[in-house]
Structure formats: C-alpha cells, structure tokens
C-alpha cells in the first residue's frame, strides 16, 4: 500500500480518536485539550510545508541529451535532434542526429530560445 492511503487513514483515526475523548470529557477539560492539539497540529502542518518546499525539485537543472537520431523540416517546419530550450537552463548534448531542413530551419546540438 502507498503511503498516502496509510498516512490519511492514520490522520482519520487520530481526528476520531480525539473526537471522541473530547466527548466525553468536561467542558473545561475538552477546551484545554483542543486548544493544546490545535496548536500542535499548526506548528506540525507548517514543519510539513517547509520539508515539502525544501524538497521540491531546483528549477533550472541539469539536462543530458545523447544519441539522438535524425531529424526533417519540410515546408517552413523546424528540425531539432539536440536540445531546444530557454537560456540559462544547463545542457550537455552529445552524439546528436543529422537534422535536415527543407525551406524551414534546422540545428543539432544546442538551440536557446
């Protein structure tokens, strides 16, 4: 089983388990106790969004590209057997294809936009 199905159904039962202990105790008591567990549960759900963000992926990384194979333009089309992206994106190309055009326009290698 993933761990997303496990990790939900663990928060359901804690949230009834609390549920129902509350119910049964005095106002008093039950106040505490909520005020307590809604403070902890913040403070844990913003540790959680810091963890998930430090572990997003970087934007901008690395791209490899070997042993492309080859590659027509025809009529104004655009040929590419490398790597065709936006400058300041990191690419190594190696071993590209043969790129053909036929009235369009065509590269191997590296192309930024």
Not at 31 to 41: D, E, H, Y
Not at 61 to 79: E, F
């Amino acid at each position: 089983m993933k761990s997303g199905p496990v990790v939900l159904i663990i928060t359901f039962l804690a949230v009834a388990g609390l549920l129902g202990w509350l119910a049964v105790l005095r106002w008093e008591d039950a106040n505490k106790i909520a005020t307590a567990a809604s403070a902890l549960g913040a403070v844990a759900a913003v540790g959680v969004a810091v963890w998930t963000a430090l572990r997003a992926p970087k934007a901008g990384g690395s791209i490899r590209v070997s042993g492309t194979g080859k590659a027509t333009a025809r009529g104004g089309g655009s040929a590419n057997t490398g790597f065709r992206g936006k400058s300041g994106t990191t690419a190594e190309v190696r071993n590209t294809g043969e790129a053909k055009a036929d009235g369009g326009d065509a590269s191997t290698g590296i192309r930024l936009d």
